[in-house]
């Protein structure tokens, strides 16, 4: 039943994206000009080209559009289904449903839209009636558990202290989706419904993100950086973060059981003298997790026995002062310090945490969640490694503030230079790291109903949020020399033949791994003849061939700046 819970999402995202361009008029160029690369589209539209690219890639996942290996784009016989979108439903976007519901709107606001909902939008294409039906559906459902009126009764009709008018609307709504009946009575949730308002703030970060759905056309079209611009007071206009920060707290509940292990082997260590002092949770948000890992080291392991003796202070850092505020709250009953940081600014937290008295930053264990792909691009400042990556094939995509791109190589490269400089704080006890990953397209039309990265991939780009493919993303910390403890690590879904969520407890080691390139044919060379008998080694061509064919299928380890070690595979 997640399956549709997937498909509100999708259409809550993808639905004013192809309307914007469709209005701009993509898929009629195409239908005329044939396969055009991005550049070529962008030019054609006056697109701006990194947003653009992100509603390409999003079309691709759809499989509305393909890419070819020389980088154009053509439409796919699916492209047609942008013509069963009816062009009105964006109102929805504007409606004030939380007040309707709340009667102070005039009554009668969404019985259009709940009646076109019941017909399945006139069309013949579950998916799509899916897609639309999330845009009207996600708000309500928001909105109601809000007010806790999904909060079930068995004296009471669900809906029963709403307007009769609001209460026979919804009545009709949940009817016909099956969430709700007549039972002995009264009208209450079936199992499907229960599951599904259970679930409910699943949703949230995704609608959160409305302020900038809702100014679609100008994010690809217009003037995007009007559309991110804080307000004078430093607020940001484009997501309606208080939001944004429950529903991040709700879904990262899930991954706490196997963050928990991580904890507990640090906290059950002995002696206790030598186990961290302070947990540094940046990016704390709400503070929810900090606080599971503070009540689970007190309830659960050796070091909680004692904390009278060895006390444990719980850190929360955060950008937004809307989480400062919701994680003080959070922390009012253990421990606890809050303060402004910078996830790209490791030592300048530190600094503020001597400010507050607190010396001794060698006893601190990092952790954080769902952080590292929403920092700020921070462009590279080693320009030749920058140009020694640019062969990977990387798939990411990236846009910067002005709305261009960012090619994949930069974005990579400027991720490496952020963990080296968490690199130099990182403690002996570790950094655990909780993060969330882009899939490629192929990838993502395969498990559309499975996985949520349809929606989740496209709003966190349209956004300037940096996703890094699962895989990419431990070979750049490894290139630092941040490697994970193996008996730790844990990937998700744990299901399914790909990695959208990774869990890390990263430490800090003495050599580091990352991909070879051409200028490391000499280093190459001399370990062929100081590892391999002559009859076995590779020839210099044969290194660059390996290199080139495969590039990001190879591997070489160095220490104290020289090449010693390498590994070779075939694509």
Same mark, same amino acid.
């Given at each position: 039943?997640?399956?549709?819970?997937?498909?509100?999402? %999708?259409g809550?995202?993808?639905?004013p994206?192809i309307?914007a361009?469709?209005?701009k008029?993509?898929?009629?160029l195409?239908?005329?000009q044939?396969?055009?690369?991005?550049?070529?589209i962008?030019?054609?539209?006056k697109?701006?080209g990194?947003?653009?690219?992100?509603?390409?890639?999003?079309?691709?996942?759809?499989n509305?559009?393909?890419r070819n290996? #020389?980088?154009?784009?053509?439409?796919?016989y699916?492209?047609e289904?942008?013509?069963?979108?009816?062009?009105?439903?964006?109102?929805?976007y504007?409606l004030?449903?939380e007040?309707?519901?709340?009667?102070e709107q005039q009554s009668?606001l969404?019985?259009?839209?709940i009646e076109?909902?019941i017909?399945c939008?006139?069309i013949?294409?579950p998916?799509?009636?899916?897609?639309?039906?999330g845009i009207?559906?996600i708000?309500i459902?928001l @909105?109601? %558990?809000?007010?806790?009126?999904l909060?079930e009764?068995?004296?009471?009709s669900l809906f /029963?202290?709403?307007?009769t008018?609001?209460?026979?609307?919804?009545h009709?709504l949940f009817?016909s989706?099956?969430w709700?009946?007549?039972?002995?009575?009264?009208?209450?949730?079936?199992?499907?419904?229960?599951?599904?308002?259970?679930?409910?703030l699943?949703?949230g970060?995704t609608?959160?993100?409305?302020?900038?759905l809702?100014r =679609?056309?100008d !994010?690809?079209?217009?003037?995007?950086? *009007? !559309?991110?611009?804080?307000d004078?007071?430093?607020h940001e206009?484009?997501?309606?973060?208080?939001?944004?920060?429950?529903? /991040?707290?709700?879904?990262?509940?899930k991954?706490f #059981?196997?963050?928990?292990d /991580?904890i507990?082997?640090?906290?059950?260590r002995?002696?206790?003298e030598?186990?961290?002092?302070?947990v540094v949770?940046m990016?704390c948000g709400d503070?929810?997790?900090?606080?599971?890992?503070?009540?689970?080291?007190r309830?659960?392991? @050796?070091?909680?026995?004692i904390?009278?003796?060895?006390?444990?202070c719980?850190?929360?850092?955060?950008y937004?002062e809307? /989480?400062?505020? *919701?994680t #003080?709250r959070?922390?009012a009953d253990?421990?606890h310090?809050?303060l402004?940081g910078?996830i790209?600014?490791p030592e300048q937290?530190?600094?503020?945490m001597?400010?507050h008295g607190?010396?001794?930053?060698e006893?601190?264990?990092?952790?954080r969640?769902?952080?590292?792909?929403?920092?700020?691009?921070i462009p590279?400042?080693?320009l030749?490694?920058?140009?020694? +990556?640019?062969?990977l094939?990387?798939?990411?995509?990236?846009?910067?503030?002005s709305?261009e791109?960012?090619?994949p &190589?930069?974005m990579?490269?400027?991720?490496v230079e %952020?963990?080296?400089?968490w690199s130099?704080?990182?403690t002996k &006890?570790?950094?655990?790291?909780?993060e969330v990953?882009?899939l490629e397209?192929?990838?993502?039309?395969?498990?559309?109903?499975?996985?949520e990265?349809?929606?989740?991939d496209?709003?966190?780009?349209?956004?300037?949020?940096h996703l890094?493919?699962?895989?990419?993303f431990?070979i750049? @910390? *490894?290139e630092?020399?941040?490697?994970?403890?193996?008996e730790?690590?844990?990937?998700?879904?744990?299901t399914?033949?790909?990695? +959208?969520i990774?869990?890390?407890?990263?430490?800090?080691?003495h050599?580091?791994? +990352? &991909?070879? %390139?051409l200028?490391?044919?000499?280093?190459l060379?001399?370990?062929?003849?100081k590892?391999?008998?002559?009859?076995?080694?590779?020839?210099?061509?044969?290194?660059?061939?390996?290199i080139?064919r495969f590039p990001?299928?190879?591997? !070489?380890l160095? =220490?104290?700046?020289q090449? !010693?070690?390498?590994?070779?595979?075939?694509?």
């Amino acid at each position: 039943m997640l399956d549709i819970i997937n498909r509100y999402m %999708h259409g809550f995202v993808a639905v004013p994206v192809i309307l914007a361009c469709k209005t701009k008029g993509l898929f009629e160029l195409l239908e005329h000009q044939g396969e055009l690369t991005l550049e070529q589209i962008v030019e054609s539209l006056k697109a701006n080209g990194g947003h653009l690219q992100v509603a390409l890639r999003m079309m691709q996942s759809l499989n509305w559009l393909e890419r070819n290996e #020389a980088g154009q784009y053509s439409l796919t016989y699916e492209t047609e289904n942008h013509k069963k979108i009816p062009e009105e439903i964006l109102d929805l976007y504007h409606l004030p449903i939380e007040s309707y519901l709340m009667g102070e709107q005039q009554s009668g606001l969404l019985k259009v839209w709940i009646e076109r909902s019941i017909q399945c939008w006139n069309i013949d294409d579950p998916m799509m009636a899916d897609f639309l039906d999330g845009i009207l559906v996600i708000p309500i459902l928001l @909105a109601l %558990h809000k007010h806790n009126l999904l909060v079930e009764d068995k004296h009471k009709s669900l809906f /029963s202290q709403l307007s009769t008018p609001v209460g026979g609307e919804l009545h009709e709504l949940f009817a016909s989706k099956g969430w709700a009946h007549e039972q002995e009575g009264r009208f209450c949730l079936t199992d499907v419904g229960r599951f599904i308002v259970e679930r409910a703030l699943i949703t949230g970060t995704t609608a959160s993100y409305t302020p900038m759905l809702s100014r =679609m056309t100008d !994010v690809l079209f217009g003037d995007c950086q *009007a !559309v991110f611009r804080r307000d004078a007071l430093g607020h940001e206009s484009h997501v309606a973060r208080s939001l944004n920060v429950v529903a /991040s707290g709700f879904q990262h509940e899930k991954y706490f #059981a196997d963050v928990e292990d /991580s904890i507990l082997s640090i906290f059950n260590r002995l002696p206790i003298e030598e186990q961290p002092k302070y947990v540094v949770d940046m990016g704390c948000g709400d503070g929810t997790l900090l606080k599971r890992v503070y009540e689970t080291i007190r309830s659960k392991s @050796a070091r909680g026995k004692i904390l009278d003796q060895y006390p444990l202070c719980a850190i929360g850092v955060d950008y937004n002062e809307a /989480s400062i505020t *919701a994680t #003080a709250r959070t922390l009012a009953d253990i421990p606890h310090l809050v303060l402004k940081g910078d996830i790209g600014d490791p030592e300048q937290m530190i600094a503020s945490m001597n400010a507050h008295g607190i010396h001794d930053s060698e006893n601190i264990l990092h952790i954080r969640s769902f952080l590292d792909h929403d920092r700020p691009f921070i462009p590279p400042q080693n320009l030749a490694k920058v140009q020694a +990556r640019s062969f990977l094939p990387y798939q990411g995509v990236y846009v910067a503030p002005s709305g261009e791109p960012i090619p994949p &190589h930069v974005m990579v490269q400027s991720l490496v230079e %952020h963990l080296e400089r968490w690199s130099k704080v990182v403690t002996k &006890h570790g950094l655990i790291i909780l993060e969330v990953h882009c899939l490629e397209p192929d990838v993502v039309n395969r498990f559309l109903d499975k996985c949520e990265n349809l929606h989740f991939d496209a709003y966190q780009a349209f956004s300037m949020q940096h996703l890094i493919e699962a895989d990419v993303f431990i070979i750049t @910390a *490894a290139e630092v020399g941040l490697f994970p403890k193996f008996e730790f690590s844990k990937r998700y879904p744990k299901t399914f033949p790909f990695t +959208r969520i990774t869990l890390n407890c990263f430490e800090k080691r003495h050599y580091t791994i +990352r &991909h070879p %390139h051409l200028s490391d044919l000499p280093a190459l060379v001399n370990l062929e003849k100081k590892c391999c008998p002559q009859y076995l080694r590779a020839s210099s061509d044969e290194i660059r061939q390996r290199i080139e064919r495969f590039p990001n299928g190879n591997c !070489v380890l160095e =220490m104290d700046g020289q090449v !010693v070690g390498a590994i070779y595979s075939q694509g």
